[in-house]
């Protein structure tokens, strides 16, 4: 059976999505199929804007509409703390509990040798200019608790004693409660607000 070469290019594209397979991609294009034109539309307006409305924080690499965010510019949280994570998720994640009102640094993801995912292709060195000549007396290390976000955690670590930051910088690691392996975005509020406030001295 021939398919309508509309349908068979949607079908395409949705199957380069993460965690859709080919069975899905069919499923959802016939359900949108079936929707009308001006949700698809919408739809589709939203998708071509998606990259052009947001800006990396040239500061954090947050995403956000403009850099540096609004979470950077925001002079009412607290200047003396950096939250690292892996992605811009994970300061969803922790933004939601509304428990910690410090800043934040993102990774871009984590060390990885498996695939070939070095510290150069993370936002790494462009930790250490934040954190010289600054008021931040903390680092919170909170990459995901699997072996990835513990060597980048170590990795880290081992710099910023390297570049004696760590005379005037305490740095700490989120951890109790959250199990092993798991995904800081995946983890609920009173999880997260407990590896938090468990954060110890890394
Ligand atoms: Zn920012």
């Not at 080919?22 to 949700?39: D, I, M």
């Not at 850099?67 to 994640?93: F, G, H, N, W, Y």
């Not at 009102?101 to 292709?121: D, F, K, R």
């Not at 390297?162 to 409660?177: E, M, S, V």
Request: proline residues 5%; hydrophobic residues 40%.
């Amino acid at each position: 059976m021939k398919i309508a070469r509309a349908v068979s290019r949607l079908i395409e594209a949705l199957e380069k999505l993460p965690g859709i397979g080919p069975k899905s991609a069919q499923r959802l294009t016939f359900y949108l199929l079936h929707n009308p034109q001006s949700e698809l539309d919408k739809f589709s307006l939203a998708l071509s804007r998606l990259k052009k409305d947001t800006r990396e924080c040239m500061i954090c690499f947050n995403v956000g509409e403009k850099s540096p965010c609004d979470i950077c510019m925001d002079k009412e949280r607290d200047q003396t703390k950096i939250c690292v994570v892996e992605q811009p998720l994970d300061i969803l994640a922790v933004e939601k509990g509304g428990f910690y009102q410090g800043l934040y640094h993102v990774l871009g993801g984590a060390i990885s040798p498996l695939n070939n995912i070095g510290p150069e292709e993370l936002h790494i060195s462009d930790l250490w200019p934040r954190l010289k000549n600054s008021k931040i007396a903390e680092l919170i290390i909170a990459t995901n608790p699997n072996m990835e976000g513990e060597a980048t955690a170590m990795y880290i670590r081992k710099i910023l004693i390297d570049k004696g930051l760590n005379n005037k910088i305490q740095i700490t690691r989120i951890g109790r409660g959250l199990p092993v392996g798991a995904d800081l975005e995946y983890a609920d509020e009173m999880t997260l607000n407990r590896a938090f406030e468990g954060r110890r001295e890394f």
